[in-house]
C-alpha cells in the first residue's frame, strides 16, 4: 500500500494545487488555459518523442501480450460508446469522447511506477511494449471515429473522409511526437548534446504542467448531474478492462511476467490523455476531467487488488 501511496498521492498533490490555484484565483481561466495547451501541443508530446526514441523495439512483442491487453481496452471503449448513447443518452461525439476515456489507461504515469515497485524493473518488458503503441493505436482509432461522427451530414466522399482522417491524425501533436520518436529508434540518429539537453528539460514539465492544468479545469467541469457516468466509466476502467485482460492473458498463456505488465497496465485510471482528447475536440471535458481525478483515487484500491489477485 505504500508503494501505491508513493505514486499516486503525488499526482493528487499536484492537481490539487491546480484546483486550488483556479479556485482562489491564483491563477485566472486563460493561464489554465494557457498550461493545458503548452502541455497537450509541447511537452507531452517531447515526453512521448523521448520515452519511445529509447525503448527497445525487439523486447517482448508477443501477439498473446498485445492481444489479450488492446482486446481489454478496446472492449471496454465499446461499451464506453454504447452506454453513453443507451444509458446517458449522450450526443455521439460525447460518447467517442466517452469511449476514448474508457479505454486508455494511464499506462506510463501509473502502471510503469507501480509494476515496477511490486515485481522489479526486470518485469517492464511487456509494459514497454504495450507502451510503445498505445498512443498510436488508441488515438489513430479515436480520431478516426470522431472525425467520422463529426463528417456526417456534410456528404463527404470516402476519399475526402479518409484525407481529413489522416491528417487530423498526423497532425496532432501528441502523434508528430510519438512518430519522431520512432523515427530516432529505428535509424539510430544521434541528437546533438544541445538538443538532447533541451528535450530533458521540457520532459521535467510535461506531466507535473498537464496534471496542474487538469487541475485548474476541475475547477470548472465538477461532476454535477454526471456522477452516473463518472461510475460507469470508472467501473470499466478498473475492473472491466483489467478483468478482460486477465481472463485472456490466461487463455493465450501469459507467462507471469507477461500477465503482471498487462493487467497493472490495464487496471490504471485514465491518463491525462484521456481528458487531453476531450479538450482537443471540446466534448465531454466535464466527465473526461472528473473521470481522471475519481477514477485515480479509485486506483488506490483497486490496484491493490488485482497485485494480490496476480501471481
Known amino acids: 500500500m505504500n508503494a501505491l501511496l508513493d505514486v499516486i498521492l503525488p499526482v493528487f498533490l499536484i492537481i490539487g494545487a491546480g484546483y486550488f490555484a483556479a479556485w482562489r484565483k491564483i491563477v485566472d481561466a486563460a493561464a489554465v488555459n494557457g498550461i493545458m495547451r503548452f502541455a497537450q501541443n509541447f511537452a507531452v508530446p517531447v515526453l512521448l518523442f523521448r520515452s519511445v526514441s529509447k525503448l527497445d523495439l525487439a523486447q517482448s512483442y508477443d501477439p498473446a501480450l498485445l492481444i489479450s491487453f488492446y482486446s481489454g481496452a478496446l472492449a471496454a471503449g465499446a461499451l464506453g460508446y454504447f452506454g453513453a448513447r443507451l444509458l446517458f443518452d449522450r450526443s455521439p461525439a460525447d460518447a467517442v469522447a466517452i469511449a476514448f476515456v474508457a479505454s486508455f489507461s494511464n499506462s506510463l504515469l501509473l502502471g510503469l511506477p507501480i509494476t515496477e515497485r511490486a ?39 470516402k476519399a475526402a473522409l479518409a484525407q481529413r482522417v ?26 546533438p548534446g544541445v538538443v538532447t539537453s533541451a528535450v530533458d528539460m521540457m520532459v521535467k514539465a510535461a506531466i ?49 511476467d507477461q500477465m503482471r505488465s498487462a493487467v497493472i497496465t490495464a487496471a490504471m485510471a485514465p491518463g491525462v490523455n484521456a481528458f487531453l482528447f476531450a479538450n482537443m475536440y471540446g466534448v465531454a471535458k466535464r466527465v473526461a476531467a ?12 483497486t490496484a491493490w487488488g488485482w497485485l494480490h489477485v496476480l501471481p
Request: some cysteine; charged content about 10%.
Open 208 to 256: 507535473p504542467a498537464a496534471l496542474f492544468g487538469l487541475g485548474g479545469v476541475l475547477l470548472r467541469y465538477r461532476p454535477e448531474g454526471d456522477m452516473k457516468t463518472i461510475a460507469y466509466l470508472s467501473l470499466l476502467t478498473l475492473i472491466i478492462h483489467p478483468a478482460i485482460t486477465f481472463g485472456l492473458g490466461h487463455a493465450l498463456g501469459l507467462n507471469t
Open 290 to 301: 472528473s473521470t481522471v481525478l475519481l477514477a485515480t483515487a479509485g486506483t488506490i484500491i
Open 166 to 191: 489522416l491528417k487530423s491524425i498526423f497532425t496532432q501533436p501528441l502523434v508528430i511526437g510519438i512518430l519522431c520518436g520512432f523515427a530516432v529508434n529505428l535509424t539510430g540518429l544521434p541528437l
Open 119 to 157: 515485481y522489479g524493473a526486470e518485469a517492464l518488458a511487456g509494459n514497454y511494449a504495450i507502451i510503445s503503441i498505445h498512443s498510436p493505436v488508441l488515438y489513430g482509432i479515436g480520431i478516426t471515429l470522431m472525425e467520422i461522427v463529426r463528417s456526417r451530414g456534410e456528404g463527404l466522399a
